[in-house]
C-alpha cells in the first residue's frame, strides 16, 4: 500500500529531534508520539541507517497486578499471546515472522509485560497485522491453556528449582523486603496458583489489560512518523477501547528495620550474599543520584565493591547488581537495588556486609572525587547510549518509557540527569537510603554448611 504523509499529523507530534544536538556531543534520538481515538500511544523513531523497523507492543500490567491467589498469571498469559488466534492459528505468528527474516521474544516484569519483533522494513505490515490481530481476540481453550502451564511450570523447574541459588537474589529478597502483596508475592508463581488458573482468568485477563488504551505501540528504524502513524491506524485504529481496572494502593516507605535470614541450598558450592534496599520513587530528585552511586557501587570491576570485597580484602569471588528486574528508570513502584556476592567459604556472611558497609559509609563520609565521578558517568552514557543503538531496544526501552513516563522523549532527558549528579547528591542517596534500617539480607549457604555446625551441636548433647 502506498502511504501518504498528511501534513495535519505534524501538529500532533509531541516532539521530534534532531539526530544530534546542536553544540553538544549528546545523541538526541528522535521521538514522535501520537494518540489514536481508541487510546492506543503510537511512538515512532525514524533511523534510516539501515532497512530495518523494531516493533515494541508495551501493555501496561505486570506481575504487580495480577490476580489475588493467581501467582504467575501475568507470565502466564505472555506466554498465551503466542498461542494463536481465530484470525492467526496456532505458529502462524512465529512462523510468519520469522519466514520474514524477523524474529521475536516477550517478557513480564513488574510493571508491564513487552512483545518485541524486529524485521526488515518490506516486512513491517505483517507484523502490526499480527500485534492487532491478538490485541483484539485470542483464541483461548483448554488445551492451549493447560499446555502453557506446563511450560511456565517446566520454566521454573530449570531457572530456579534446579539451579545452584535459585534466583534468590530477585525472588527471594522482594518477598521479604517488601510488605505489600502486589509488590512481595512470587510472580514467577507457585504451581498450585498457575494449576488454578482457568479460562475464565485468560478471558478476563485479555479484555481488562490488552486493550488499545493500555498499550504502546513504539517503531524504531526505516519508518517515518507519518508512514508509523497511519499503519497503526490501519491495524489498530477499530479495536474499542475497553475499561482497565483501577490499580490498587503498591506504594510503600523505606524500611526502619534491618530483616535478615538465612537459607540452604542443596545445589550450592559456596556460599552466597544479597543484600537489597528499597529506592527512590520514579521520578523523585533522588532517583538519578542513586543510579549513579549503584554505578559507583557495583557496576564492573573498577566498582568500589568489587574492589573493595574481591580484589581488596578477598571476601568475595564476585560482585554484582540489580535494580528489580528492570532498570534505573524502569520502574513504576517500590523497587529495590541489590547487590549479590558469591563469598568464601573461610569468611562469613558478617564480614561480607561490613566490608560494604565500610565502602558505603566512605561514600556518605568523602564522597567521590571527580575524575572517579565523571568515569562512572560516562561508563552510564556509553550504557545508555549502546542500550538506544539497536532497532529493536530502541523501539522497546522507548515503549516502556512512554507507558512508565507517560512521555517517551524522556530518553533524551536521563543523559542531562546523569550528567547533572553531583558528589553531594551521592552522599545524600546513600545516607537516605543505603542505611542498614532500610535493608533486606539474605545469606545463602549450601545445605552442607548448614548441616556440619548442627550436627557438630547434636554430638557435644
Partial sequence: MKLHKHMAWLSTLLFVAPAFAAGTDRWEIPVATKKLDNGLTVVVSED???????????????????????????????HLMFEGSVNAPEGVFDRVITGGGGRNNGSTRADFTNYIEIAPSSAIEPILWLEADRMRLLDFSESTLKNQQDVVKEEIRNNVQNQPYGGFMWIDIGQHAFQKWENNHDGYGSFEDLEDADLDDVKAFHRDYYGPNNAILSLAGDISPADGFALAEKYFGDIAARPTPPAPDFSEGLNTREK??????????????????????????????????????A??????????????RELALNVDSLYGLTSEWEYD?????????????????????????????????DGVDDATLARVKTGMLA???????????????????????GDAAVANRIPGWIEAVTSADIQRAARTYLTQANRTVIDRKPEAMLQAPAAAAAGQD
Avoid at 261 to 290: E, F
Avoid at 299 to 312: I, W
Avoid at 383 to 392: I, N, Q, R, T, V
Fill in 299 to 312: 557496576n564492573g570491576d573498577a566498582s568500589r565493591l568489587y574492589q573493595g570485597l574481591v580484589k581488596g
Fill in 48 to 78: 534510516r541507517s539501515a532497512p530495518v523497523v523494531g516493533v515494541s507492543v508495551v501493555y501496561g500490567i505486570g506481575m504487580r497486578l495480577e490476580p489475588q491467589n493467581r501467582t504467575g498469571f501475568a507470565h502466564l498469559f505472555e
Fill in 260 to 297: 535478615r535470614l538465612q537459607q540452604g541450598d542443596k545445589l550450592a558450592q559456596v556460599p552466597a550474599i544479597a543484600a537489597a534496599w528499597k529506592m527512590p520513587d520514579r521520578g523523585s530528585a533522588d532517583q538519578a543520584p542513586m543510579a549513579v552511586l549503584g554505578a559507583l557501587l
Fill in 333 to 365: 513502584g517500590p523497587t529495590l537495588f541489590t547487590v549479590f556476592a558469591l563469598y568464601k567459604p573461610t569468611t562469613s556472611a558478617d564480614e561480607v556486609l561490613a566490608a560494604i558497609d565500610a565502602e558505603i559509609a566512605t561514600v556518605v563520609a
Fill in 383 to 405: 550504557d545508555w547510549y549502546d542500550g538506544m543503538e539497536s532497532f529493536l531496544s530502541r523501539a522497546d526501552n522507548l515503549a516502556k518509557l512512554q507507558l512508565l513516563w
